[in-house]
């Protein structure tokens, strides 16, 4: 399985989950030349930008210390442009990370660090 699938599958996992527990997933992928927001999602009235990293093993870190402060600023970029571009103006927005380390085959450990980052 090579980088992007690896990647694509964790989006997969991560949005399940978060359906789950019952977010409503708005949109996946979100572009601009900018960058990508991996899910966009509502809990209630929150927008809530999620990036998700996956890793196989922990050799470079956890996945969630992936985000770091400079792609955080990248993420409160692509979220103002997303609001601008969709009109939408939700009561709050937050950000979470979703870090998935993969153990095998069959088996992975998600977690799920909700308002991982503010806007500063």
């Known amino acids: 399985m090579d980088k992007q699938e690896l990647g694509r599958k964790g989006e997969d996992a991560a949005t399940a989950y978060l359906e789950r ?6 949109e996946r992928n979100w572009s601009t030349k900018s960058g990508e927001i991996d899910i966009v999602a509502l809990d209630g009235e929150t927008l809530v930008l999620v990036e998700v990293k996956t890793r196989r093993s922990m050799r470079t870190g956890t996945p969630e210390e992936a985000v770091s402060p400079t792609k955080q600023k ?3 970029r692509l979220a103002r442009a997303y609001l601008a571009s969709t009109g939408i103006e939700p009561l709050a927005v937050r950000f979470d990370v979703i870090g998935i380390r993969v153990l095998s085959a069959d088996r992975a450990l998600l977690r799920h660090h909700r308002s991982a980052f503010d806007v500063t």
């Open 74 to 76: 990248r993420l409160i």
């Open 21 to 26: 527990v019952g977010l409503t997933v708005v």
